[in-house]
């Protein structure tokens, strides 16, 4: 299991889902990619991955903000 490597688009949908769906800020991702046991997503084992991209989705997504939104 040691030939997985984690591909570019797969760092950038992460942090997609983390920074952009979720909301976290930066210190809050690398606290979740501590928690699956590594210091780096690019260092990411298979089940690393899977262990962080479930902690992710179990989060509640962010608030969505709407530029053109109404004012009363």
Known sequence: ?????ISPAMVKALRRLAHGQKGLDEETYRAHVRAVGCESTLDLTRPQHAALLQRLVALPDSPKVRGNARRA
Do not use: L, P, V, Y
């Not at 299991?1 to 490597?5: R, S």
């Open 1 to 5: 299991m040691t030939d997985f490597k």
